[in-house]
């Protein structure tokens, strides 16, 4: 079992940064592949970010694509979201997942954990 804690939302203008933490436990971290999905109201909950194992390259939707980057420190067990030009249209629950697999991590199926999400909300 692995538990997720995420941390780093609240509310910002437009134009702003914001980075989002979410922490791991229990299991070793370095095995697992560390993504970012997010949720609006009304909406699906969509990929975000990936970044499969310790050195391999990160993937992005396109919408955040240049404005979003994912990281992870395994020493700290923890995965980043550096959010960058944030706008309106970003608000939404952020929610840290972790899965097992290495492929086909862009569809939420494909992960096995999830933490409790974090808000972020951006105003014009």
């Known amino acids: 079992q692995v538990q997720l804690v995420e941390s780093g939302g609240g509310l910002v203008q437009a134009g702003d940064s914001v980075r989002l933490s979410c922490t791991a436990s229990?299991?070793?971290?370095?095995?697992?592949?560390m993504g970012w999905f997010r949720q609006a109201p009304g909406k699906e909950r969509m990929f975000v970010a990936v970044?499969?194992?310790?050195?391999?390259?990160?993937y992005y939707a396109d919408s955040v694509k240049g404005r979003f980057t994912i990281s992870r420190d395994n020493a700290k067990n923890t995965v980043y979201l550096q959010m960058n030009s944030l706008r309106p249209e970003d608000t939404a629950v952020y929610y840290c997942?972790?899965?097992?697999?290495?492929?086909?991590?862009?569809?939420?199926?494909?992960?096995?954990?999830w933490g409790q999400g974090t808000q972020v909300t951006v105003s014009s």
């Open positions: 997942a972790a899965s097992t697999y290495y492929e086909n991590l862009r569809e939420r199926e494909n992960y096995n954990y």
């Open positions: 229990g299991r070793t971290f370095s095995t697992l592949s």
């Open positions: 970044i499969p194992r310790p050195g391999s390259s990160t």
